[in-house]
C-alpha cells in the first residue's frame, strides 16, 4: 500500500483530542483512510453495516469502477477477455496474476483437465439427497464434502496445499453440477472426457445421456464459456467476502468455498438470474409487453416489495459491462438456435427500454445487471433455472479461492472481527423463576 502525503484529521465536538489517520493510495480508484488505530486511540469503532463505505482488504485482483461502468481483471478490461480469451487463461489470470503464454496455457489445460473426475464415493455421498433438493443446497454439502475426500489440500497455511485446493475446486466444479442436474433427473452420471474443452466437457457432461452422446455446438459452448469468464471475479462482493471472512479463521479452502456457495444462494446475489427470469416469465404470463407499464408501477409503489430483478448494483451506477456482453451472447445463441423471435428476449428487451427511461431508474441510476439476460441464454442452451445460480457458483470459485489465497498471503492478514454498537439490555440480574 502506498502512503498518502494528504493525512485525514478526525476531530470531535466535544473538545476531545483529534486524531490523525494515514492515507493509502490504491493503484486505480479510491484512496483509503486506515482506521486500524482507532479504536486504540479513542475508543470508538466505525459503523458501517452493509460495507457501504469499507475497504476490507487489500487486492490485486479485480477493479471495478462503479461509475464508469468498468470491471478489470488483474488490470483487463472485462470486454477484452470476453472476445479474446477462454474460461481457463482466465482462470489462470486470476490465480496467477498474469496470462498465460502457450507453454502456460497447455500446462494449465493439462493440470485441471486431469482433476475433473470425482472420487467414486462421492455418488454414494450424493444418494443422501432427496431427488428434488435445490441444486444450490446440493452444491452447498458437496463442496464441503470435498474436504473430507481430499486430505493432501487442506492445509490453507501451505501454498502448495492451496494451490491443489485451487486446481480442484475449478477442475471439480463443472462435473459437480452436473451431476447434481443429472441426479435431480434420475439419469445416470456422464464421466469427464479429457480430449473436451472446459466449457465443452461441461456441455456434455449435462446433456449427453448413455444411449445417445453431445454434439458439441461450438456457438453454445463458447457462450457457457463467456457466462463463465463474465462470472470469474467480482471483487470484494457479499460470497467472496464470506470466503474471505470464512476462510480467515484458517479453515480449509473447501470448507471456506462452500460458504462462498451458500452465501451466493440468495436472491439479492447470485440467485438474481433465477428471479429474473421468472420475473419475465411471470410478467409473460400478465399479457407480456403491453403489461410492462402495470409492472413497473408495481415495482415503483410505495413500500414495494416488489424489485426489477436483473437491475441495480451497489457498485454499479452505469451499465453493467457484463450485462452488454451478455445481451451480445443472446443474440448470438437465440439466432444459433433459430429463437430470434423468443417472446421473454423481447419483453427483457423492452422491459429494459422502458425502465432505463423512467425517472423512478434513471434518479437511482438503476440499470440491468449481468443476471437480466443470462437467465434468457441460460434457458435457450437447455439450463433449468433451478440450475443457474450452480452455474454461477461454478464461475465464481476460481475468483473465490484466488481471493483467498490472496488473503492467506497478505502479511497484514488477520481473522476476521468485526464489532458492534451495541443496542441491547445494559447489565441486569438473573431473576430466579418463580418471580419473573
Ligand atoms: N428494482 C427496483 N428498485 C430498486 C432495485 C430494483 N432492482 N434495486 C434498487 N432499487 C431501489 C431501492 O428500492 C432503493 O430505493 P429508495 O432509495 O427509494 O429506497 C434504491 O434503489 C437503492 O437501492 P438499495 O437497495 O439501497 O441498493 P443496494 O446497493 O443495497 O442493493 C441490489 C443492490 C443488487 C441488492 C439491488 O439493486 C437489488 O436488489 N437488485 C435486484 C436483485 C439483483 O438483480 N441482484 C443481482 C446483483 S448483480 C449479481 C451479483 O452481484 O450477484
Not at 406 to 414: L, T
Request: glycine fraction near 8%; aromatic fraction near 10%.
Amino acid at each position: 500500500m502506498t502512503p498518502s502525503e494528504v493525512k485525514a484529521t478526525l476531530s470531535f465536538s466535544d473538545d476531545s483530542p483529534s486524531v490523525e489517520l494515514p492515507i493509502y493510495k490504491g493503484s486505480i480508484g479510491p484512496d483509503v483512510i486506515d482506521i486500524r488505530k482507532l479504536y486504540g486511540q479513542t475508543g470508538k469503532f466505525t459503523y458501517d453495516p452493509g460495507f457501504l463505505s469499507t475497504a476490507s482488504c487489500n487486492s490485486t485482483i479485480t477493479y471495478i469502477d462503479g461509475d464508469k461502468g468498468e470491471l478489470l481483471y488483474r488490470g483487463y478490461p472485462i470486454e477484452q477477455l470476453a472476445v479474446q480469451c477462454d474460461f481457463l487463461e482466465v482462470c489462470h489470470l486470476l490465480l496467477y496474476g498474469d496470462l498465460p503464454d502457450g507453454a502456460q496455457r497447455e500446462t494449465f489445460v493439462q493440470t485441471i483437465t486431469h482433476h475433473t473426475m470425482v472420487h467414486e464415493q462421492m455418488q454414494f455421498f450424493m444418494r443422501g439427497f432427496r431427488r428434488d433438493a435445490h441444486p444450490m443446497a446440493v452444491i452447498t454439502g458437496l463442496v464441503g464434502a470435498l474436504a473430507a475426500f481430499y486430505h493432501d489440500s487442506t492445509d490453507v497455511h501451505d501454498a502448495r496445499h492451496r494451490e491443489i485446493a485451487a486446481h480442484r475446486l475449478i477442475a471439480k466444479m463443472p462435473t459437480l453440477v452436473a451431476m447434481a442436474y443429472k441426479y435431480g433427473l434420475g439419469q445416470p452420471y456422464i464421466y469427464p472426457r479429457n480430449d473436451l474443452t472446459y466449457s465443452a466437457n461441461f456441455m456434455r457432461m449435462m446433456f449427453a445421456t448413455p444411449c445417445e452422446d453431445y454434439r458439441i455446438n461450438d456457438v453454445l459452448v463458447r457462450a457457457i464459456d463467456r457466462i463463465f469468464i463474465l462470472h470469474a471475479d467480482h471483487e470484494q462482493n457479499a460470497s467472496t467476502s464470506t470466503v474471505r471472512l470464512c476462510g480467515s479463521s484458517g479453515t480449509n479452502p473447501f470448507a471456506a468455498i462452500a460458504a462462498g456457495v451458500a452465501c451466493l444462494w440468495g436472491p439479492a446475489h447470485g440467485g438474481a438470474n433465477e428471479a429474473a427470469l421468472n420475473m419475465l416469465g411471470d410478467i409473460q404470463k400478465m399479457g407480456g409487453v403491453e403489461k410492462i407499464g402495470e409492472f413497473i408501477k408495481q415495482v415503483k409503489a410505495k413500500d414495494s416489495k416488489i424489485k426489477l430483478m436483473g437491475f441495480g448494483h451497489r457498485v454499479y451506477k452505469n451499465y453493467d459491462p457484463r450485462a452488454k456482453l451478455m445481451r451480445e451472447t443472446c443474440h448470438e445463441v437465440l439466432s444459433e438456435l433459430g429463437l430470434h423471435d423468443d417472446p421473454l428476449f423481447k419483453l427483457a428487451m423492452a422491459l429494459e427500454k422502458i425502465a432505463l427511461e423512467d425517472d423512478y431508474f434513471v434518479a437511482r441510476k438503476l440499470y440491468p445487471n449481468v443476471d437480466y439476460y443470462s437467465g434468457i441464454v441460460q434457458r435457450a442452451l437447455g439450463i433449468p433455472p433451478s440450475l443457474f445460480t450452480a452455474i454461477f457458483a461454478l464461475a465464481r470459485t476460481v475468483g473465490w479461492i484466488a481471493q483467498l489465497d490472496e488473503m492467506i498471503a497478505d502479511p497484514e492478514y488477520k481473522i476476521g472481527r468485526p464489532r458492534q454498537l451495541y443496542a441491547g439490555a445494559p447489565r441486569r440480574d438473573v431473576v430466579p423463576i418463580g418471580k419473573r
